[in-house]
């Protein structure tokens, strides 16, 4: 395990052409990697983002199109690569997962998380969103070793359920990976907010690439891409636009808080009504 790393977090503009998307997405890896990028995390639906007809259109199986393309650009580069999101062919030809990959340096995929919460909003004039009419969710999580240390995975609105979080640091998770398309109507007030809290409660590194911008009528992203350190001091934030943000980490820095700040040792059980 490599205990001092350079971590890239790319946020994208995704829209509906998924040759287009993936090409953009692999660009940006390339530029991340040339300059010291040992862990790479792309945004939620960076394949294809904007209309719920048009992404579970795009759909396909895992291994697949995008996996091949994406893991032989991961062994040719060295890095640990976290494919954001995009939509994973379901039994249902209605519906699609909503599916993160962890691809590690050998080229392989080491895991694969599915959306487990899923994005039901209705604000008049700010966003509208349906996410359970199109989406299946996932029902299991992942924390997994890799040479960046270990790798708890979630996706954007899963950024609202601190339990799931609390399960992944129970399982030994040293940094959190969060791909997301985070609204413009919510991200203003709670993106970074959740996100420091996810990282201090925790004690975990926060990766956290974003969408940003108008992908279809009612679905406006935030952006504003975060890397966050085991205190909640956010070390890189993305400016509007595509691009990429860095961070050089170091794991030892969790240890050090955790022993500096035994709060996850100090947890005790949940009480219940007698």
Known sequence: MIGKFRAAAVQLSSGENVAENVQKACDFVEEAAARGSQFIALPEMFACLGRSATMVASAESIPGPTSDIL????????????????????????KCFN?????????????????????????????????????VPGDTICATETACGKIGQAICYDLRFSELFRELVDLGSQLFCIPAAFTLATGRDHWEVLLRARAIENQCFVIAPNQYGQHAPGLTTYGRSMIIDPWGTVLATA?????????????????????RLPALSHRRPILRPR
């Open 71 to 94: 893991c032989r650009l991961a062994k040719r580069l060295s890095i640990t690569l976290v494919a954001g999101s995009y939509c994973e062919s379901s039994p249902d030809p209605t």
């Open 99 to 135: 599916t993160s990959l962890l691809i590690g340096p050998e080229g392989t995929i080491v895991a694969k998380y599915r959306k487990r919460h899923l994005f039901d909003l209705e604000i008049p004039g700010q966003v509208s969103c349906r996410e359970s009419s199109w989406l």
């Open 239 to 259: 400016a509007d636009g595509e691009g990429v943000i860095y961070a050089d980490l170091d794991l030892a820095r969790v240890s050090a808080i955790r022993e």
